[in-house]
């Protein structure tokens, strides 16, 4: 019953697995994420748009699907790799199985592929184009002719079509409009936890359209692909800034952020993808262990050189830019995700200071 | 944070001798620490009692203590060496215990003592189980409902609050010692009682059942800055019920998503900051409700636990090495990671395989013992493995077991195999039922048996609530075994066969069974007589599996611990094997030789043999030769990443060392250190091509052999006690009669002493014929004339071929019949005229040189009216190493390693024994209190769990020493119940009017002080138990016992003598039950009485005496 299923890696590596999911054929960029839990979360996060998972994690699959734990309505990677896919499911809170979630999505998986040498491939040779396929014929042309990461809007095909209001309102609360480049469920849960009414736009949709509604803030949120790839992101910070609206970004939302103010960002070799990195908070002292998941990343030198800006987190592997905030006015982002999910909560005040930030 | 100049001193607890439930890894633990903070610069004083520690070795603290670890020693210590510091999370339950008694006594402050890693009030805050409770409902988290109780009637009321069964925990004890589940009313004050006399404050938790919930672990570490994190996640397989030493576990968890996981971290962060543990590890159980979720907190150590050890080895983030740099300032992200270099402490390790941890028991050794498995720890050991998924890690840790299984079963093991196959074929199923209800050590292959009687997953859950997840994993290995079946009927072996199995983590042997199964099956079937073909069999179509594998490259690629899933480069060389495309393993081209470790801890197989495995690796990285570790137990040093130059983490099987060899392709391979595990496979290795170094596996085959080794004792013109083999039941009888009773016999196939006895007369000889020994052709019994009375002597001797320099003579306190791992010895002898000496010296140097040894002998000799008989000859690494070594300050494994490599004694200035004026004395530790009901005389079959050393000028004193770091307290004053056989009370005359003399009060059974009383020595009369009350064991129970002298009356049954043995033990009185124990034990008593203090002194200053 078992079908044999290739991966293929743009610079010619392959694998023979076993596929599972969708029968279909699919390319993307291929990348690793080292959580040991959260793959629902993972697999629903649009920021893995256009992107080819590897869990690095070698058994998935073990606590099966459940209604809750989605980041989004769908399933938003293009494929899903590991090592060993449980068919067997068991929590109390399981609803189906993974192979039967990925099937129903139409997104094809492969397991029995060694993972870990996926991953120190991907680490020494940086994240690529791969595809999983079950005819080989042709596969590698095939996987060239796919666009690259660089240089692709991402964001606007996963971003809402119209605006819609997201958990209960409450009168007297702090109104804040989510830009939507590929936005978290769990950033919204929290948003309305933290006591704002949400409210939640296309990520194109201008600034000055949004503010007749009256905000008293703006959330850019997280997203897939390249950040140069989408000016209206950067041009949205720039009016932003004009405006000295309290404005809050994570990940994508961070490095428009980032390029409104004038600092560039770059694509790292292979990202950083799990919920195990440290950053610490340049104010406090601590550390937070984080979860994130970016592709890109902005450049500390130009960041630096921007007045009236301080970074306030750094990446304690790699000492690259993790956060900043304004001195001036109301203005904070963060590049990875304090929403976590999957991942620990350890930088959840980050929504309280965001709240207090209009409060001021 | 910088490190604090404000300390300059640290004080270290150890853990003392290895006990059921607080083994090597406290060795591990405090090792890291001693080396930790030294390398920061601080002065290092270590307190332990326990020699055969890596952490009492003379260069790890500047000055070390083995000393007993009570309060009023640590106090002196403390005194002497005014300590700005005392680090008490290292050394387990003792040194926490000890440091809150330090507390209560005022020492520390009186000094100006600060404690450093935890203070006094978070130790109590996890500790008491009141004031836990009372924290986690302050921060809003649920414990079960419990109620504590401080005597039985209290504790009735309990029985109208809280539903049964209820858990019985005694506060402050570890392991869970004393701790009981009651199921009904009937049981409910005995059990109480029994915890309340287990727990030192008298004190018991009654609480809910939490029976069949799933458990987890956590491993949090927190900074001075306040920085937590989690190093992992551990799952208890065995669900709650079962104690997490008892337990088999899995890390990472497997069965949470992700939300509900960071629910426990999230629990575990404001946990540790509720409790306010300063700085360091600490652990965390939870139990969750499998149907909804809730989350029940369980308990929290507030120090490095067994399972921080196993979470090390785990992830290999080393937890013990971080805590002490935590606990002088420093914080988690100013300390790299090692093993990636350029990536900070401060993370949270993700791994990209699963890790299983196996307990091993050794109930086989205890008569009479309970063996189910509860909420009391019961094993003796544990082994650890790592494969890429579950069921390649799960059988790899069976494997590694060396319970002579080699995975889930399907190994030809057919002992366990086939009883199990007749139970299901016979419709037994009410006894696979039990088996699955009522958890014993084997109950996961009964697992396997329902499985492949077709029982529903829902069937196998509701009887041993083992989550479905896993019985699924398990199920899949079945179902793996089965298709295999099928298609090697029609194929034979094929590439895509072999490698499918493979990945599921079946050995050659199982490969080797299950495609011969039923010619196996026949073969065995064919009864005793086919036993050897069988096993013969056995070996011959493992090794055509391994063959046809080798052939077809399907071989293992070594994968590496790394800390961080591959995301970064790591430059550790801390290997597992696992059968997937890539091996990781960049062989050197240096000269490098490999070590085999002992695997799991069990008894007469412990940390002596990880000490000479590691003191083997620092000998070679001082040669500069590449050393290369092979173990699987995860307690101890040897398996710590910076131990050796390249760590595989792996079990000791014939395969996996090939495997590994083959990968390596060392210059040459050490059998003779890691016990008896490494040494059973030497002659399998050396035909496989492995070239063994030291001591030759046929001078090995030379002293085990009885008839080699009788030749070699002739040709010396040495003395053997008589001996014979015999096949039948006239040959033994036969063989006894012509030597003379009283006799020693035993099977001559089991090892350790197992089955072994003394036996007086032909009467019972018969009786043990036909109950203990299974004689037959093929398992002849061995009989050798057993010498009464004789003094018993150890010598650890090395030699280089040319010469011999003998690193002690050991004095056995117990005489000869007693294992020798059981009984007290001495250096240097002191019952031994110089003649004797010179004539062991000389022996002992023949025997050396005859067996051709390179390295290390021991030689165990029996001294009888002035003869010397040799006993046996073992030419590898004895028990007694790490305590001569510490005695004389004589690194005997790091030379006889160096001699392997061909350097001479001469060159280490070794040749004369040496001499010193003190004396040292060894004690053993055996774990009686937590087998109720198990008769505590001490035979030839060893029992103990660990070992202490007693040292000072004068052999009273060390002797009173060594007990008292046992755990025995001789007492200075009061009242000594005597109950001694007809043989012994002459010869303890003197001694017992001594103690008279001195004010003892004396108390015995009617014949005994009869005797005594004519010699005009007081000496009250007692009732026995059979006599009516009040009787001793009233007088013990109410504490007016202080000591016990009893010596039983040769044939042993369970008589009064049975009762107060084990009456004893409860309520910890000291008791001797050999002539010689309690003679030494009197002269102890006496030479502290007359000095009225403990003599202390570091061991650096010992070594300065000796010559």
Redesign the interface.
Known sequence: MTKKSYLILEDGLEFEGTGFGSDMETIGEIVFNTSMSGYQEVLTDPSYSGQIVTMTYPMIGNYGINDDDGESSRIQVDGFVVKEYSKTYSNFRAVRSLGEYLKNAGIPAIEGVDTRKITRHIRDRGAMRAGIFHDKKGALKRLLAHPKMEGSDLASGVSCREPYDYGDKKDGRPKVAVFDFGVKKNILTLLVNTGFNVTVYPGSMPLRQVLKERHDAIFLSNGPGDPDAVPYGKDLVTSAVKEGIPTFGICLGHQFIALGLGARTFKLKFGHRGANQPVKNMITGNIEITSQNHGFAVDIESMKKIRDIEITHINLNDNTVEGIRHKKIPLMAVQYHPEASPGPHDSQYLFNEFYKMIKR | MPKREDIKKILIIGSGPILIGQACEFDYSGSQACKSLKEEGYEVILINSNPATIMTDPDLADRTYIEPITPEIVEKIIKVERPDALLPTVGGQTALNITLALEERGTLKKYNVELIGANIESIKKAEDRALFKEAMIKIGLNVPRSVLASSVEEAMGTLEKIPLPIIIRPAFTLGGTGGNIVYNKEDFAGLVRKGLDESPISQVLLEESLLGWKEFELEVMRDR???V??ICSIENLDPMGIHTGDSITVA???????????VL??MSIRIIREIGVDTGGSNIQFAVN????RVMIIEMNPRVSRSSALASKATGFPIAKIAAKLSIGLT??EISNDITR???A?????????VVKVPRWAFEKFEGADTTLGTQMKSVGEAMSIG???KESFQKALRSLETDRFGFGSDGNMEIEESIRYMAEGQDINTIEKELLNPRCDRIFYVREGIRLGWSMERLYELTKI???FL??MK?LVDGENTYTADYSKNGFTAENIVTMKKLGYSDRQLGFISNKNELIALYEKGESARKEYSMKLQEVEKNVRRFRIDNRIIPGF?LVDT??????AFTPYYYSSY???NESVVSDKKKIMILGGGPNRIGQGIEFDYCCCHASYALREEGVESIMVNSNPETVSTDYDTSDRLYFEPLTLEDILSIYNNEKPDGVIVQFGGQTPLRLAKNLEKNGVAIIGTSPDSIDQAEDRERFADVVRRLNLLQPENGIAYTQGDVLGIAAGIGYPVLVRPSYVLGGRAMAIIYDQKSLVDYITTAANLSPEHPILVDKFLEDAVEIDVDALCDGESVYVGAIMEHVEEAGIHSGDSACIIPPISLSPEMIKRIISATESLAMELKVIGLLNIQYAIKESELFVIEVNPRASRTVPFVSKTTGVPLAKVAVKLMLGRKLKEFGLSEMKKFPFISVKEAVLPFNKFPGVDILLSPEMRSTGEVMGISMDFGESFYKASLAAGDRLPMKGTIFLSINRRSKEELLSDVKALFDNGFRLVATEGTARFYSDKGITCETIRKVSEGRPNILDLVKNDEINMIINTPSGKISKDDAYYIRQTAVRYHIPIMTTIQAAKAAIRGILEVRKKDDIFILPIQEYHKKVT
Do not use: H, M, S
């Not at chain 2, 990472?252 to 960071?262: H, I």
């Not at chain 2, 961080?564 to 480069?569: I, K, N």
């Open positions: 800055k306040d920085n994190v989690i990472p968890q497997q069965t949470l998503t992700d939300r509900e996981y960071q971290r999230d499998p149907d909804d979720g988690l992200d350029e990536t900070p401060c993370f949270e390790p993700t791994i990209d395989y699963v890429r998924t579950f989550d479905p997840w699924a994993q899949e994968r961080c899933g591959g995301e970064f480069e997937d495309d890539e």
